[in-house]
């Protein structure tokens, strides 16, 4: 995936101002994260190994995605400032903690800690 893609004109919102899960022409503004794992059975809070669990996109402006009716993968999730981005390690290193618009389509995963995902088909620096 290049550094820079050309992104898209903004996706259509539900009728209540909501993102649609799996639209591709998606865009968020944010600021790309590392969130940290660690072993939490190690004693020692300032030695022990860290990893990287996930990047997040921290968006400049709450945001909520349309849930559908019946679909238990697709709920109705509001208030979000966080994002976990489906997105190469390397791109996503080279934008930590620089703000950026991404684009790509919306997927759920109730119950982690992240709940709204984007697989990130574009990125641009953004002011």
Known sequence: MAACLALASPA??????????????????????AVEAFDEAEGDTVQREREIDYYALI???????????????????????????????EVAKAALQRKVMVQGPLAAEPGADAPLVMKVAGMTGAR
């Open 12 to 33: 259509a919102a539900s009728e209540e101002g909501c993102l649609a899960y799996g639209d591709p022409t998606t865009l968020l503004t944010g600021m790309i994260y």
């Open 59 to 89: 968006l400049s402006e709450r945001v909520c995605a349309a849930g559908v009716p019946g679909d238990p993968n697709k709920p109705e999730l509001r208030n979000l400032t966080v994002v976990r981005l489906d997105i190469p390690v």
